[in-house]
């Protein structure tokens, strides 16, 4: 669970919830001030539609699961105008965290422009944002686009001035 905010001109995403399988990786992160949680995924591929399921099994974050499947309904690849709301979403170069101690992180990241498609999704049930306390609208139809691969550079969290 995510949202996207800008703070002194830089635009980001604020990390609210990540939820991984591997306890290790869950761990490392959250060591580095990431609100990484423990949970119980699985993931298969039947006919082009990626059928995926999460539970958290984590006590740290509150019992919250999604299971939905997606494809994509076109092979065409494309990258976000400039100009455009999904450009917005998705070519974001940081990644801003809060430690329990209050201290604000930011992780900067480099990926090339993202190779989108056009995608469907179906979701069968979703109770991440309810744990956190947030009501998603299920009459919008969300902004859905699918990516095959997106590689990632990651530097390592550095703290955030307060404006104080």
């Known amino acids: 669970m995510r949202t996207y905010v800008t703070y002194k001109n830089r635009p980001g995403i604020y990390l609210l919830s990540v939820d991984a399988s591997s306890r290790l990786a869950v761990e490392a992160a959250r060591f580095g001030g990431l609100p990484y949680l423990n949970a119980d995924m699985g993931m ?12 958290r099994k984590d ?6 699961s999604f299971k939905g499947n997606y494809y994509p309904t076109s092979s065409e690849v494309f990258q976000a105008s400039h100009d455009t709301q999904l450009y ?10 809060q430690k329990r101690n209050g201290v604000m992180l930011a992780i900067d990241i480099h990926h090339l422009p993202w190779p989108l498609q056009p995608a469907e999704l179906a979701i069968e049930k979703n109770s991440i944002g309810e744990v956190l306390g947030i009501k998603l609208p299920h009459s919008k139809k969300p ?18 001035e307060s404006r104080g």
């Open 44 to 55: 298969k591929q039947r006919e082009g539609t990626i059928c995926f399921s999460s539970e």
């Open 143 to 160: 902004i859905l686009t699918y990516t095959g691969r997106q590689d990632v550079l990651i530097w390592p969290p550095k703290k955030v």
């Open 88 to 97: 917005w979403f998705t070519e974001r170069y940081r990644l801003y965290t």
């Open 59 to 64: 006590r740290r974050g509150g019992t919250a």
